[in-house]
Structures are given as structure tokens and as C-alpha cells.
């Protein structure tokens, strides 16, 4: 990529005196335009003490940001009056903490009135007065929702979640819900959409109008990165910065919208773009992908003709089937990018990436230890939490000892389910790290180096005193080989092409948003639902579905693969229509 190419030349020479939606499409080179054009305006900048907020939604693309930044400006670091953070940071620390206490009534401690900001999980004795479903709920585990205009609902516990936001609330538990939120923020404490609420109430009073106004002078420009996941109380508050004259630059692309349980809408955000008269700019040159895989994606979503990377060999996307199970396709989908080091399986949930963890059916206990041991070397999180899980099984399985439910089978007997878990883990990493890895390895020899690092495990240093004795009896334990499997490889049983050895990672849609691969392949569910089948992706353009396999299928430079259950031949025709082709088993 040479930079910057005519589209970024077009918006580093924009106005900040206009308000600008530029709208990206990926692999477009966003960040670093971005990064270049907040480098130019704070090179040049004449309206200190105000400065410029630089706005993302995740800590880890904040700090990408800023490292652009700083590699633009020679080095030179990010200082006041400028400010790069998170746009919930901004909301906190900028607009809310400074006046939040003349609103909630707050009396601080020691001279100090800032909020503290808890979630769900935190442990609050501020509750409701009366009882919903039988329960008194704390404040921090409910929020009132803007888009809906309802109060929902997040206590931890799925079950009881569904019947507290089922319940259709009278006004006295409406008000009692309202009240409960005063007394809470009174005590000083907030949740994250506490303080959004605030910053609109902040925006909207009279009697800090004069806070408002010096806000605007403060930060009179901002940019904000990935636009398309804004919240109704994030665009309520921004609404309210401009009104106060603050020059917004907005940058994304509505068609990786992915955040609908957030209420994160794309739509919303197109009739804020109107309302408020932004000027569109493109960027339309896919840096990152053949023009196989952009022309593919540009059928999944409305837009404009976007131009692929034209030096990578253009190649068309892949079909592969499966019978039964999405891990049959796995020779497969090596075989198809052995020539690529960054290669990912995507898929819409976690139930599905779990059945490539693996592909064998009733697994015995050997064998659940031998799959505990092979996923162990992954760096993959759903791979090791099922790693940890198999392993927990299999301990209280073989020892026989009463556990815990939902604690990875932590034995009753062991007070910390958090040592348990760290236990498991490094119980896997010793043995693996001392023989027990099933690389290259036979079942029978691959049991007898297991059962005597088993053996010695009691004994290592970082077994505490009471997982020691829950564990003792591992030094009278046998291990055989599966019935007739003695000198058959390991990992030819478990039909487990092995990620570790193969490095390829698993991941869902939302963790993989932003990234590039070498190689990716989008799996889809066998049955429709939950936005997880392939032919929910291609229904309807407009839809979320369509936009999750968007954001998947954009993500490789060289090899999109889409993994499907066995199809009909319309069904066939259909896909190959679209641009894929039809790989063979």
C-alpha cells in the first residue's frame, strides 16, 4: 500500500471546521488515516488550551491509535491539550466526573467525588424496596434502556435474567426501580450506562449550561473511530456536543454493525449522519483482500463497488462440506492454505467452535485426558477452557471424589475454585512440558509416560496442601491404552488434526473484528438460527446476519473459506452463484 492513495489524500485534507463522516470500508487503511490526519491538525493547532479527543470503543484500539499517532508525529508523545482514550472514558472522565455530584447529590469522602463505577458482578447492598420475581435486585444490576425505553435486566444468572426483563412492570416497580438507581448514585456509585445517562442529563441542564459551554471550548473537535457501533445514549450525547458547536469526525462502515444486542443500529446512526449534515467521504480501496473476496463480500451488503488489492493473486472463495460434524472438513481446509501462517476458524458462537476441538464421538477417559493434554498447547481461549474442562472431568471421574457443580469439577474439599483452575492449567502445562504431549505419539507409549508423570504430580511444588491430598491417589492409578489402539498414533483416534501443531486459531465474529489472516474459514452452523447458518448470511442484505459474515469473510488477504453443511444442488448453484467455489473431499 502506498500512502496515502487519493481517497486518504481526499480526507487528511478535509476541513474539521465541517462535520465529516467517512466512511471506510475494510482493509481500507482507517487507522492509519485516521492517525495521520489527528497528526496534521495537532502539528498545525491554534486553539490551545483546547485540543483535540481522538475516540474508540476498545482500550486495545485506543492504544493502537495513539501508537499511530505518535509514529506520525516523529515520536513526539500524545500530550495535553490533546486527548486519545476510549469513548467511555471520555464520557466518565471529561463530561460526567467533574459535575456528576451536583446532580446525584453525592457528598464524596475526603474532598473526593468521584464515581465508582461497578458492573453486574460487583456485590451492592443498594436494592430495590420491593421484591420483582421474589427477588429484592441490586441497582447495579439493571440499567434503563434508551432504545427500548425499558429497564433490563443482568444479574448474572441467565434464568432469572429472562423472567425479570419477561415481567411487565407496574408504575409502582417502575418507580421503585428509579429510586433505587437515585439512592445508588447518591452513595457514589454508577454503572457504565449510569454515566451516559448522566452525561445526557448533564448536557440537557440548565444550571450547567456554563460547564457545557467551557466543555466545548475544552474539546472543540473530536474523531471518533468505528461509528457504526455507537449506542442510542452515545448518539443522544454526542447530539448534544454539537449542539454546543463541538466538530465531530466520524469514521466507519455501517456494514460491520455487529453489536445488535447492544442496540447498536446502523440505521440510527445513517439518520444521525442527516440529521446533522454531515459531509460523506469514501474510502474505497481494500488494502487487505483479492478482489475475489471483496467482490464476494460486496454481494453479502449493500454499498458502492469497492476495489480489491490488485498485486494479491485473486483466487475464489471456497465451499467445503461436512456430513455430521464441521471438524470432518479440517484435512481439508489445511490441505487448501498449507501455504499460509495465519489461518483462523470463525464462527458465529462457541458452541460451533467447540466441535472442532474434537472431531471423535464417545470419548473414553484415556482419551479425554490425551484431548485435555493436545488442546492444552493452543493459545486459543475456547480451546484451553476446554482443555481445563476435560481434565477436571477426567480427575473426578477416575478419583471419584464429589465436586462442585460449574467449577471446572473442583473437589468440595478445596476452599478456592480459583487455585483449582490455576492447578488445572499448570497440571497441563507439566504434563505436557515432561513427556506427556501426544505430538508424534503412540497410545501405548503415550499412557505409560502420562501415567508416571501423573504419578509425580502430587509432589510438585505448585500443588497446594488440600489439592494435594484431593489428588493423592493419582499414584495408585493405572492407565491403559484404548481397546486395540496400543501402537495407533494419538491423534489418528481422536480425528484431531491437531490446532496446536497447526496453529490455527479459533475465534468468533466479534473477537476477529479489525483483524487481517493469511486464511480464514467461516463455519456455519449444520441448522438455522441464532444468525449462525450460511443461509441466514445471504437472506437478507440488510440484516445483522448478513453483517456478521461481512466482518468474517473480509478478514483474510488471500483464502476465504466458508464451511457448510452437505448442500442440495440448488443450494449449490445458489453459493456458486455468489462467486464461491465447490471444493471436493
Not at 450525547?237 to 458547536?245: N, Q
Not at 478445596?414 to 488445572?424: H, I, N, P, Q
Not at 502445562?429 to 508423570?453: D, E, N, P
Request: charged share 20%.
Amino acid at each position: 500500500m502506498t500512502f496515502p492513495s487519493d481517497d486518504q489524500r481526499g480526507y487528511l485534507g478535509s476541513s474539521i471546521d465541517d462535520n465529516i463522516y467517512l466512511e471506510a470500508c475494510p482493509g481500507s487503511g482507517k487507522t492509519e488515516v485516521i492517525a495521520a490526519k489527528v497528526a496534521r491538525e495537532i502539528e498545525g493547532w491554534q486553539g490551545y488550551p483546547g485540543g483535540i479527543a481522538l475516540l474508540s470503543f476498545a482500550n486495545s484500539a485506543a492504544n493502537e491509535l495513539k501508537s499511530r499517532l505518535i509514529a506520525h508525529r516523529q515520536r513526539a508523545p500524545v500530550a495535553y491539550p490533546h486527548w486519545v482514550s476510549t469513548i467511555d472514558s471520555f464520557i466518565l472522565n471529561c463530561l460526567v466526573a467533574p459535575v456528576a455530584h451536583r446532580l446525584t447529590g453525592y457528598a464524596g469522602k475526603n474532598d473526593d467525588f468521584r464515581l465508582r463505577l461497578v458492573d453486574a458482578t460487583s456485590t451492592v447492598y443498594i436494592k430495590t424496596k420491593y421484591a420483582i420475581e421474589h427477588i429484592r435486585v441490586p441497582a447495579n444490576q439493571y440499567d434503563l434502556d434508551l432504545a427500548t425505553g425499558k429497564f433490563v435486566f443482568r444479574t448474572g444468572e441467565p434464568g432469572l435474567d429472562r423472567k425479570l426483563n419477561a415481567v411487565v412492570l407496574a408504575d409502582w416497580q417502575l418507580r421503585d426501580l428509579r429510586e433505587a438507581k437515585t439512592r445508588f448514585k447518591a452513595a457514589g456509585f454508577a454503572t457504565y450506562r449510569d454515566v451516559e445517562h448522566l452525561a445526557i442529563q448533564v448536557l440537557q441542564e440548565e444550571k450547567l449550561s456554563t460547564f457545557c459551554a467551557r466543555l466545548a471550548l475544552r474539546y472543540p473537535f473530536l474523531v471518533i473511530d468505528e461509528c457504526q457501533d455507537l449506542s442510542v445514549e452515545q448518539l443522544t450525547i454526542l447530539g448534544g456536543l454539537l449542539g454546543l458547536g463541538v466538530k465531530m469526525h466520524i469514521v466507519g462502515d455501517l456494514n460491520q454493525s455487529i453489536y445488535g444486542f447492544r442496540h447498536a443500529d446502523p440505521a440510527r446512526v445513517m439518520q444521525f449522519i442527516r440529521d446533522h449534515g454531515f459531509t460523506g467521504l469514501q474510502l474505497c480501496q481494500n488494502f487487505r483482500s483479492s478482489q475475489a473476496i471483496v467482490d464476494l463480500c460486496s454481494e453479502l451488503v449493500p454499498g458502492n463497488k469497492i476495489h480489491g488489492n490488485p498485486t494479491i493473486q485473486s483466487a475464489a472463495p471456497v465451499i467445503v462440506e461436512y456430513d455430521d460434524c464441521p471438524s470432518e472438513v479440517m484435512p481439508l481446509f489445511m490441505s487448501l492454505s498449507d501455504s499460509y501462517a495465519n489461518r483462523v476458524i470463525v464462527s458465529r458462537g462457541h458452541s460451533t467452535l467447540s466441535r472442532f476441538c474434537s472431531g471423535a464421538n464417545d470419548l473414553n477417559d484415556t482419551e479425554r485426558l490425551a484431548l485435555a493434554c493436545a488442546l492444552a498447547g493452543n493459545d486459543s481461549a475456547i480451546a484451553i477452557q476446554k482443555s481445563l474442562a476435560l481434565f477436571g472431568v477426567w480427575l473426578a471421574s477416575k478419583l471419584e471424589y464429589s465436586a462442585k457443580p460449574n467449577s471446572f469439577h473442583c473437589p468440595l474439599d478445596v476452599e478456592s475454585e480459583l487455585e483449582w483452575r490455576l492447578f488445572l492449567h499448570q497440571a497441563l502445562a507439566f504434563l505436557t512440558m515432561t513427556g506427556a504431549s501426544i505430538a508424534g505419539q503412540h497410545w501405548r507409549g503415550w499412557c505409560k509416560v502420562a501415567k508416571a508423570r501423573l504419578y509425580e504430580l502430587p509432589k510438585q511444588a505448585f500443588v497446594i496442601a488440600d489439592i494435594a491430598v484431593a489428588i493423592a491417589p493419582l499414584t495408585a492409578l493405572g492407565l491403559r491404552s484404548p481397546a486395540g489402539l496400543g501402537e495407533q498414533l494419538v491423534t489418528q483416534r481422536l480425528s484431531l488434526v491437531t490446532l496446536q501443531e497447526s496453529s490455527i486459531r479459533l475465534a468468533t465474529i466479534h473477537e476477529i473484528k479489525g483483524e487481517t489472516h493469511e486464511a480464514t474459514m467461516l463455519v456455519s452452523a449444520s441448522k438455522r438460527g441464532d444468525q449462525s447458518h450460511w443461509a441466514d448470511w445471504i437472506g437478507d442484505r440488510n440484516s445483522e446476519a448478513a453483517r456478521l459474515a461481512y466482518v468474517a469473510s473480509s478478514r483474510p488477504r488471500n483464502l476465504l473459506v466458508w464451511a457448510v453443511k452437505k448442500l442440495k444442488a440448488a443450494e449449490r448453484t445458489t453459493l456458486q452463484g455468489l462467486g464461491f467455489h465447490v471444493a471436493r473431499r
